[in-house]
């Protein structure tokens, strides 16, 4: 079988998105399946070199929309080569340009022999705004988008792929008409991790001296506000603060670990305001921010710490999520982690909103946790990875949805 992926861009550099279709492809092969993927990045992109995948660079598109005019006579002319096109991502020219191809090829040949197509939105069939008035405005931007153009896209295509039910679930909400043919949940898979070395453990000690031997929590991500970081800091200042007013400082860092906080942006005015906001505390020794991490180091960080913390206010994924789970480590995430009812059924997680009081509780839930219930989360957090996030079992439930596609739809029996 031959798949086309279809996709805005592959550039590793440009975030989550770009590693979630590369790790598609790569989980499909050797499967029996040969694979490309026709993007709009730039041709001569370093990235491309050595690259284990065939990728079409057409060049950058123009514009917000993305606007390639390479893309569609690529299209016209290459389709046909293919049993199947997985087009990932949505808001952008090349799905459009998916479906403008289809329409010409049909009218060139009414009785030809077309691909079938799988739309993989990557968590952009939902849409959250913080501002009153940004929401009203791109509320009536996208759906006029979806009426006349996204939605014919989810129209013809054989199956929508998801990687979590709660991202199945929320494609139900925002945008009226969605009735797709077929919905698969199909997971995603992270590679396990390395084995733990003492090496790790010393390379984390050697970048971040003030860490010493003590316990803490570890966020790993960009420094962001979608992350929800200036929450989580402000909500442990506070609890850290109410300890020590309530004249327990002795033996406080039994009470409360403390918070490892790394990534890259630390050079923004938000990572700026953040460290502002501890320094004015005068909690540097508390809440540490160490840079970026990777490597052994980043495992060391991964391996050493109590619990992962997550607080986003928007994650699709959450890779370091996975990765702290395939450690054996519990999370304490937000419910806008896309992938919490998976963590969540098999016990390894707490979960709360992803405000100020629902951040506190994560904290409180931890500090108050006892040895045996951490323990317990850590068992279940290793189980959780081996039953839903390895690559196996992404790779098999992407194969049985790409079967099903070429199967006969199931009528729908829901409202959607």
Not at 20 to 46: F, K, Q, W, Y
Not at 112 to 131: A, D, I, N, Q, W
Not at 171 to 200: C, H, I, Q, W
Request: hydrophobic content about 40%; some cysteine; aromatic content about 10%.
């Amino acid at each position: 079988m031959k798949v086309l992926h279809v996709a805005a861009a592959m550039d590793p550099e440009l975030g989550e998105m770009c590693h979630a279709v590369s790790a598609v492809v790569h989980n499909l092969l050797g499967r029996g399946i040969h694979n490309e993927v026709v993007s709009l990045d730039d041709c001569d992109a370093e990235f491309l070199h050595g690259s284990k995948i065939i990728i079409h660079a057409l060049g950058k598109g123009k514009n917000p929309w993305a606007y390639n005019k390479r893309l569609v006579p690529w299209l016209v002319t290459n389709l046909n080569y293919f049993d199947l096109v997985i087009v990932h991502g949505l808001w952008s020219y090349f799905g459009y340009a998916v479906r403008r191809a289809m329409a010409l090829l049909e009218r060139e040949d009414s009785n030809g022999s077309y691909p079938k197509l799988l739309v993989m939105p990557h968590g952009m069939l939902r849409s959250e705004y913080t501002h009153k008035w940004v929401n009203v405005i791109n509320s009536v931007k996208n759906n006029l988008y979806w009426k006349y153009i996204e939605r014919k896209l989810t129209d013809i295509a054989d199956g929508i792929l998801f990687i979590s039910e709660e991202e199945r679930i929320l494609a139900s909400f925002p945008l009226k008409g969605y009735n797709p043919k077929r919905e698969f949940v199909v997971g995603f898979g992270v590679d396990p991790p390395p084995a733990f070395t003492s090496d790790m453990n010393e390379l984390l000690r050697l970048k971040c001296p003030a860490l010493g031997n003590n316990s803490y929590l570890l966020f790993i991500g960009n420094i962001a506000e979608v992350h929800g970081l200036d929450l989580l800091v402000k909500a442990y200042i506070d609890s850290l603060l109410k300890l020590k007013t309530e004249k327990r400082l002795s033996g406080i860092m039994g009470l409360m670990p403390k918070l490892l906080i790394s990534g890259g942006g630390m050079d923004t005015p938000y990572g700026r305001f953040l460290l502002e906001t501890v320094v004015q505390n005068s909690l540097t020794e508390d809440i540490i921010f160490i840079g970026q991490l990777s490597g052994q180091a980043k495992w060391g960080a991964i391996y050493g710490c109590e619990g992962f913390i997550m607080p986003s206010h928007k994650e699709y994924f959450g890779i370091e999520v996975a990765e702290a789970l395939s450690c054996g480590k519990p999370v304490l995430i937000s419910e806008k982690v896309l992938i919490w009812r998976e963590i969540y059924e098999n016990g390894a997680c707490y979960v709360a909103q992803d405000d100020m009081a629902g951040i506190t509780e994560l904290l409180e839930f931890w500090r108050q946790a006892s040895y045996k219930q951490k323990q317990a989360l850590s068992d279940y957090a290793l189980l959780a990875y081996k039953k839903s996030f390895t690559p196996e079992y992404a790779t098999s439930r992407l194969l049985r949805a790409i079967k099903g596609t070429f199967q006969e739809p199931v009528p729908r029996t829901d409202n959607k």
